[in-house]
């Protein structure tokens, strides 16, 4: 089924969303926010670009955005899987604890932030291009896997990755030389076990976007973990 939306408002446009079949393209949206918010057996493709925290809270359902998506993407997500045909803005996933969010294209400030693995969930976000600064800001489980497509002028993350980061992992394709992490994180050259734990998602980040996956992976990677020692894990785990 198709809908129009063009000048609709972001709360009808939600709410013809719940009334409608599972199967549904929404044409020529524009910066409405909160689409498919807490939504689950839904399989919405966006053709436009939806506003502030698409797929917020979503619960099981498949998001398809045909362009660009602004700021939160998949704002505290349960479950699910978010595709950006684009870039994204600031803060995607932020605090999700389950489901899948992959971008074609770059990523803002702050994606990944405060993100968590939540019982048996792990979530997952694959940025195809780079990453603004403060990537993965107080990460507390789940995994953030950036590949630097396309890039050839400037670092693959921007400044302050990893900031206060006390759980799960970051696997930026990269050597990663001259970036500065903070002292609370481990770094080291991703070996064959740590490519094994992500080849999943690349290998669907790559059906989706149309890359060749063995070239994606003829490249260094970095892997990031956070320090036992973190102090920060006190903060915010409890003994």
Known sequence: MSL??????????NEALRKNISDII?????????IAAGMSDKNITINGVPGNALGAYLNGAYITVRGNAQDAVGDTMNDGT?????????????????????VKGNAGYRAGIHMKAYETKVPVMVI???????????????????????NKTKSIV?????????GGKMYLRSDCLGLKFP?????????DGDLEEIKE???EYCSLFGYDINEVLNHPFTV???????????????N
């Open 201 to 203: 998602y690349l290998t």
């Open 183 to 191: 002292n609370q994180v481990n770094v080291s050259p991703a070996d």
């Open 224 to 238: 990031v973990t956070p320090d036992t020692k973190n102090p920060y894990k006190q903060m915010y785990v409890a």
């Open 158 to 166: 921007g400044n302050f990755p990893c900031t206060g980061m006390h």
């Open 26 to 34: 929404l044409e020529e949206c524009c910066g409405q926010r909160f």
């Open 4 to 13: 129009n939306v063009k000048g609709l408002n972001y709360k009808a446009l």
């Open 82 to 102: 978010i595709v950006i045909h684009g870039n994204i803005g600031d803060a995607a996933g932020y605090a999700m604890r389950g489901g899948r969010i992959f």
């Open 128 to 150: 195809g291009g780079c990453a603004g600064s403060f990537l993965g800001e107080y990460q507390a489980g789940g995994k953030i896997i950036v590949l630097g497509l396309g």
